[in-house]
């Protein structure tokens, strides 16, 4: 497997430079297997991952899960309409899913409002769309593998041991 | 000499004569540089907290009132899926009802192991450099310690010629660690012959501590109680501290002929009793369901090794590829320094602990230990300040 790809699904949180450190390569090479991961539409780009419960980090911190219900079409199945509400700006991701309902979306904005508004407005007006339910996020424990109330508590590992 | 009032006077003669750890001087060294920003690569144990699905077992366990002794053997269950465990892994059947005992680490085991075998002035036979406790281990039973030199140009393995030279008449037991802390090194299969023969021949029981073989990283590890002959008189000890990240749960076994687990059970009844239930719950679950941790684990230790390595000979601190566990074994004598100055002026001037390799045994004079059980930006820097620290000397 690419060296820079393997270090990416890992997950660990190295500068370019860091990477070549411990794959071995150069910096250059690096960014080389990242452009190449880019051009293969594999490796999409970098995101912080935030504790939006900070204030600090608050900006767009209404977060919500939608359910949506559509009537698939003929000839385009679900895929016209995910591509179709994926491409709006509220929207983080979106999934279709099995079950009692089609697409999951996850969907954030500044306000309640304005979640509101783009679901009743946006969303369950594109023609298709049966039923949408929404569900607003209250708080988060974890986020894309971080623990947010720190996680272990590793300091008191002895500093030398047999 | 102890006077009339010191108390002193009362600690055995073999405890007293006992020489102090030297990780312990390296210790205190490292404890008085606290809030220093010192990266460790001193620690002996995986940077990895036990995995959450084990600890939460281990919750469950409490919550169900687990609180009480077990069997003195372990738990049946636990035993069980030992016996399953090491039939798949190690590729010798052991039965649970008697040829299994679960014990306080491995260390307990070896100590069990020692006490139940060596008689005062039996000869115990163990490569060096080697775990720290080896050597005071075999003086505690009034034994007599014989070690065996590995070479870094063997990669450390264990060779039957430098076991045939350091042989006595009398000696009764060799203890082996492979891999081996500190040094990683291991033998493959046919050293292993080699010295399995040897050990039929001079009639020597085996202590095979292998609690570093899952973190084999080139071949497959094979164990001696697996070759022809070996079974019937080898004591296999193995525990999760390493692979499952579970040092501070102490919890090991040892596998071996009836008779031999037998007269250990005597010494574990009237000393330990059992091990802690909740660690044994807890083993119990890392054997049922952790082997992918196992696994992920020893991924990222291998490519730490790689990156560790690599950047010791870059520095240019001669550092062999070492096979298992998560210790490089670096020579510093291109510095000029002895392995004490060495990892005494890295700790104090770059602020980077590492642990003299003369704390195990005479034959790690000129080297070092750093552990490469921690995240990879902490080796990036810890081996960048490593090579400022060696060029400093060159000046």
């Known amino acids: ?162 | 000499m102890s006077t009339l009032n010191d108390p002193k006077r009362w600690v055995a003669g073999h405890v007293a004569s006992l020489p102090k750890s030297g990780i312990r001087d390296f210790f205190e060294l490292v404890a008085k540089m606290k809030g220093q920003d010192v990266i460790s690569l001193g620690v002996g144990e995986p940077d990895f907290v036990t995995p959450w699905h084990i600890r939460e077992s281990a919750i469950f366990a409490l919550e169900r009132g687990k609180t009480y002794y077990t069997s003195n053997l372990g738990m049946i269950e636990l035993r069980r899926a030992i016996a399953t465990y090491v039939e798949e892994h190690f590729s010798v059947s052991y039965r649970p009802d008697d040829q299994i005992i679960v014990t306080v680490g491995v260390s307990e085991a070896l100590d069990l192991a020692l006490r139940a075998f060596c008689n005062p002035g039996d000869k115990v036979m163990f490569h060096q450099p080697c775990y720290v406790s080896y050597s005071p281990s075999v003086t505690l039973v009034h034994g007599e310690a014989i070690a065996v030199p590995t070479y870094a140009k063997d990669n450390f393995a264990l060779t039957a010629e430098a076991l045939r030279a350091a042989w006595q008449p009398g000696a009764k037991i060799l203890m082996l660690n492979l891999p081996c802390n500190p040094t990683g090194g291991t033998c493959d299969r046919t050293q292993l012959e080699q010295i399995a023969a040897f050990c039929r021949e001079k009639d020597l029981l085996v202590m095979s501590d292998e609690i570093y073989s899952e973190l084999t990283f080139e071949g497959t590890h094979t164990s001696i109680a697996s070759l022809p002959g070996m079974a019937e008189r080898t004591i296999f000890l193995h525990g999760f501290s390493k692979a499952f990240a579970m040092t501070g749960w102490r919890i090991g076994y040892a596998c071996g002929p009836a008779a031999l687990i037998d007269a250990m059970m005597k010494v574990h009844q009237y000393t330990m009793l059992c091990a802690s239930i909740i660690a044994q719950e807890a083993a119990l679950e890392a054997l049922k369901h952790g082997w992918d941790s196992v696994l992920k684990m020893r991924e990222q230790y291998h490519r730490r090794r790689d990156l560790i390595v690599r950047r010791f000979n870059e520095i240019g601190l001669t550092c062999h590829s070492p096979r298992g566990s998560f210790y490089a074994f670096p020579s510093v004598t291109s510095t000029g320094l002895t392995e004490k100055e060495f990892a005494t002026g890295l700790l104090t001037t770059q602020k980077v602990a590492v642990v003299p390799g003369s704390a195990f045994g005479e034959n790690g004079i000129g080297h070092v230990r750093a552990c490469f059980a921690t995240a990879y930006d902490q080796i990036i820097e810890a081996c960048d300040r490593a090579e400022r620290f060696v060029q400093s000397i060159k000046k």
Not at chain 1, 52 to 60: N, T
Not at chain 1, 88 to 95: G, I, K, L, N, Q
Not at chain 1, 126 to 133: M, P, Y
């Open chain 1, 1 to 162: 497997m690419n060296p820079v790809l393997k270090l990416l699904i890992e997950g660990a949180s190295l500068t370019t430079s860091q990477m070549a450190k411990v794959a071995g390569l150069s910096e250059a090479e690096v960014n080389q297997h990242l452009e190449q991961l880019k051009k293969d539409k594999i490796f999409l780009g970098w995101r912080p991952v935030l504790d939006l419960s900070h204030e600090a980090a608050a900006a767009s911190a209404v977060r919500a899960v939608i359910e949506v219900k559509v009537t698939p079409e003929r000839g385009g199945g679900f895929n016209r309409f995910a591509e179709r509400i994926a491409r709006f700006d509220e929207v983080e991701s979106c999934y279709l899913m099995s079950g009692g309902y089609d697409l999951l979306v996850f969907v954030k904005g500044q306000s309640l409002q304005k979640v509101a508004s783009f679901v009743s407005e946006k969303l369950s007006t594109i023609e298709g769309v049966q039923a949408t339910s929404t569900h607003f996020m209250l708080r988060c424990y974890k986020e894309q593998g971080f623990l947010l109330d720190g996680g272990e508590a590793q300091s008191s590992r002895l500093n030398v041991a047999p």
